[in-house]
C-alpha cells in the first residue's frame, strides 16, 4: 500500500516558483505503469490535474499550465517534486501528489492529505 507525503511552503510570494515535494513509501516509483500525479483544488473549486511524471520518467503537463510546470524526481530517495513558476494568487489552493493508473485525470487510487499553498505578499 502506497504512502504519499507532500511537503514545501505554505506561502509563497507572487511571482516566485512554488516547489513541493512528494515523499513515497510502500513501493518504488520506478516500478509498475503508474503515473505519480499532482493535482489541486483552489478554493470553492474542483480538482486540476497538473502534470504527472510515469515510472518510466517520462513527463505530462497539462495545456493550460505547461508553459509554468516542471515535474521532475529523485529516485534514490523516491520523491517527485513540482515546480510552478510565476505564480500568481490564482494558484493558491491546497496541493495532493497522487498515484494514478493513467494521466489527465484526478482519479487515483492513493493520495496524500494535500498541503495549502498560499499565493501572496
Known amino acids: 500500500q502506497a504512502q504519499l507525503q507532500e511537503s514545501g511552503p505554505g506561502l509563497v510570494k507572487p511571482s516566485q516558483t512554488l516547489s513541493l515535494t512528494c515523499t513515497v513509501s510502500g513501493g518504488s516509483i520506478t516500478t509498475n505503469s503508474y503515473y505519480w500525479s499532482w493535482i489541486r483544488q483552489p478554493p470553492g473549486k474542483g480538482l486540476e490535474w497538473m502534470g504527472a511524471?510515469?515510472?518510466?520518467?517520462?513527463?505530462y503537463y497539462s495545456p493550460s499550465l505547461k508553459s509554468r510546470t516542471s515535474i521532475s524526481r529523485d529516485t534514490s530517495k523516491n520523491q517527485f517534486t513540482l515546480q510552478l513558476s510565476s505564480v500568481t494568487p490564482e494558484d493558491t489552493a491546497v496541493y495532493y501528489c497522487a498515484r494514478s493508473r493513467f494521466s489527465f485525470t484526478t482519479d487515483y487510487d492513493y493520495r496524500g492529505q494535500g498541503t495549502q499553498v498560499t499565493v501572496s505578499s
Open positions: 511524471i510515469h515510472s518510466s520518467g517520462n513527463t
